[in-house]
């Protein structure tokens, strides 16, 4: 079993940054991807960003590609998803979740078996 803890929501204006982070125990952090999903409200989750176990493989939603990073740091047990250029529709409830089963990357909900409390953030315009 993975415990999953994100941190580093908040309030920002729109064109800002921020960081989230997302701290997990439980098992060996090093062997399993990861991921980063949000939903809005009113909306279904959605895909954000994922990175694989050794971190040389991330994907990243469409809407997000070039101004979101996921990355990891295997010696904290901690993946990052650092957030540039944010937009109002970037508001979101994020979650950060964890493929305890494989190192392999994915991009569906269904992959992911562990998932974090959520953190909010608000983009204003």
């Known amino acids: 079993q993975v415990q999953l803890v994100e941190s580093g929501g908040g309030l920002v204006q729109a064109g800002g940054s921020l960081r989230l982070s997302c701290t997990a125990s439980?098992?060996?952090?090093?062997?399993?991807?990861m991921g980063w999903f949000r939903q809005a409200p009113g909306k279904e989750r959605e895909f954000v960003a994922a990175?694989?176990?050794?971190?040389?493989?991330?994907y990243y939603a469409d809407s997000v590609k070039g101004r979101f990073t996921i990355s990891r740091d295997n010696a904290k047990s901690t993946v990052y998803l650092q957030m540039n250029s944010l937009k109002p529709e970037d508001t979101a409830v994020y979650y950060c979740?964890?493929?305890?089963?494989?190192?392999?990357?994915?991009?569906?909900?269904?992959?992911?078996?562990?998932w974090g409390q959520g953190t909010q953030v608000t983009v204003s315009s």
């Open positions: 979740t964890a493929r305890a089963d494989s190192g392999v990357a994915a991009t569906s909900e269904e992959d992911f078996g562990s």
């Open positions: 439980g098992r060996t952090f090093s062997s399993y991807a």
């Open positions: 990175i694989s176990w050794t971190g040389r493989n991330t």
